[in-house]
């Protein structure tokens, strides 16, 4: 659970970040980033600006620890398990 809602904060930060935000190390959210309604309520909490659904969606696809519509064991950025041979 920790690592969960460490990344969900990291996240948010990061993509205040990217947004240009000028207070970004103050976003301090946890609420999970897979639904466009809780990036607006988000959003709106801090003032950030209106491309931040934008951004939060493309890093969406690529942030680790979060689920990810696009990413499949064939084709997401990390490493998958190591696979047991049954000797």
Known sequence: M???YTSRWAFY???ARLCNH???H???EVVN???DSKLDEVACRH???NNFRQ???KLRTVWPLLPS???FRSVCLLPSRPSIVAR
């Open 2 to 4: 920790v690592a969960k």
């Open 13 to 15: 930060r990061t993509a």
């Open 22 to 24: 000028p207070r970004h």
């Open 26 to 28: 103050l976003v301090r």
């Open 33 to 35: 980033p897979a639904k």
């Open 47 to 49: 003032n950030l600006p």
């Open 55 to 57: 951004i939060a969606g």
């Open 69 to 71: 519509s696009v990413c």
